[in-house]
C-alpha cells in the first residue's frame, strides 16, 4: 500500500503541472519601430507621455519595474501610491493600451527602481 500511496501522489503532482503549464500569460510582441521607454522612479509622481500606441489589434502595454521598490502606476495624469496598481520589484505587467492611452504615470516610496514601457500587441 506504501508504493501506491506515492504512485498517487506522483499522479497528483504531475497532474497539477500540467494544469500550470496551461496558466501561461499572453503572448507578448513588441511593435516593430516602437521604442522601449524608460524613466527613473521617485516619491514624486512623474509621467511617461506621448505613449504612441497605433490602432492596431490588440495594444498592449508592457510595465516592467527594474530594481528594489514597489512602483504604483496609473494611465492617469497622476500617480497615487495609495491608489494605484502595484507593480512588484523586477516585475513586468500587460495592460491595455489603444488610442487614448497616451500617459503612463508612476510614483514609489523611493528612487531604487527604472520603469521600462514597451509598445506591443498580445497573441489573443
Avoid at 37 to 51: D, G, Y
Avoid at 68 to 86: G, K, S
Amino acid at each position: 500500500h506504501e508504493g501506491q500511496g506515492c504512485d498517487q501522489a506522483g499522479r497528483e503532482e504531475a497532474h497539477q503541472v500540467d494544469e500550470a503549464a496551461m496558466q501561461t500569460p499572453l503572448q507578448f510582441s513588441p511593435i516593430p519601430g516602437q521604442s522601449t521607454t524608460n524613466i527613473a522612479v521617485t516619491a514624486a509622481s512623474q509621467t511617461l507621455n506621448s505613449v504612441a500606441a497605433p490602432n492596431i489589434g490588440r495594444v498592449v502595454l508592457r510595465l516592467c519595474n527594474v530594481g528594489t521598490d514597489v512602483i504604483f502606476v496609473t494611465r492617469d495624469a497622476t500617480a497615487d501610491a495609495t491608489l494605484h496598481m502595484p507593480i512588484q520589484p523586477n516585475t513586468c505587467v500587460d495592460i491595455p493600451g489603444g488610442p487614448g492611452v497616451n500617459t503612463i504615470a508612476v510614483i514609489a516610496a523611493a528612487t531604487n527602481s527604472k520603469l521600462y514601457l514597451t509598445v506591443g500587441t498580445s497573441g489573443l
